[in-house]
């Protein structure tokens, strides 16, 4: 964790321009996710939903390798969102965010908007949209959650970083290829995806054999179906 | 039981982030690297808070308190996370 530079986008990758625009997506998307956060939570689930906030923060700083010199971690959406649904785990992504810029220095002031944009917003929306495709076989087994949750995060993580890759090609300063910046992107990202989708797939496994009650993409569910080996 | 549950979730996030994370991987990340190998990091700002006490999850500079950092941080994350939650949430009594 010494490494100067922090773990999400910098300031200064972005022209000034691109990284407002992402901050007036931020602001809309997160208005938006607050607005309908509300309908998904009550006594039993507010409490979850911080603790998944925390559970995000403490696994985003557990780098883990993926190739020799590069390593990855968790980014949070599809986990957050399976658990506790997608508009709070919007929030949830977006709070740790918020703390790892401000009280950490990970991830630029400027930078942000974008940051939540690819993190909170389009990882936490395609890895919900992803695991209610898979709903049926979410509720099949154990062993189907663990795949939807894996599959799901995957995904999260792969369209997150083309996050990044779009707005570079928007505003990015350097003038990289797109293609050459898609590539190398995308490539790692499907690697970290697999560590990605690996503690998503045990942690929502562990919180659906304590509390399949909690579990958002289970609800509607019958208990014992869950209890299923 | 739901108290024992959350408990849980509270404890397995602290000791992530307290003393699991001293094993955490120091290389740069994906992005990092991408950015680093094409030249974009070049055009990286320091970030405007890179003096304060727990810049980079250390604390005053020194990484053997990372795990201090991380706790402080889950403590941070679960405070401001469940108090704005807690006040969203639709009231029992609202029903």
Redesign the interface.
Known sequence: ?????????????LDAPTSLLFVAVAVVGVGVA?AK???D???????????????????Q??????LP?????LLGGALAAILVGPW?GA??VT??L?????????G??TALGANITNMALIGTAVGYLTAVALRKLATRNKGGLAAVAFVSALVNTVLA?FG?VLE?AIG???G?AFG??AA??LG??V??GIGEGVITAVTVTA?AS??PD?VYLLRGVPQKLELKA | M?KR??A???V???V??GA??Y????????????????????????????G?P?????VGGD?RF?GL??V???????A???????L???R?DVR
Not at chain 1, 61 to 66: C, E, I, Q, S, W
Not at chain 2, 54 to 58: G, I, R, S
Not at chain 2, 80 to 86: K, T, V
Request: glycine content about 10%; aromatic content about 10%; proline content about 3%.
């Open positions: 964790m010494s490494d100067p530079v922090a773990m999400h986008m910098s300031d200064g990758l607050l956060a509300r309908g939570l009550d006594d039993r689930t507010a409490p979850l939903a911080g603790l998944v906030a925390a559970f995000v923060f403490a696994t700083m557990l780098n883990f390798p993926v010199g590069v390593s990855g971690h709070v929030l949830c709070i740790v918020v703390v790892q810029s401000l009280f950490f220095a990970d630029g002031v970083s990044f570079y990015g300063q350097g990289v050459t910046v190398a992107v790692v990202h690697l970290i919180v304590a509390r909690l | 739901n549950f959350f849980w979730f509270a397995v996030s602290l992530l982030a699991v994370s094993f955490a991987d120091s290389d740069p990340d994906g992005l990092d690297h991408v950015t680093e190998q094409h030249g974009i990091a070049e055009h990286a700002r320091e970030h405007p808070l890179a304060s727990l810049a980079d999850y250390a990484d990372t950092a991380g402080l941080g889950v403590v941070a994350t679960l401001l996370a469940g108090g704005l939650f807690w969203l949430r639709k029992s």
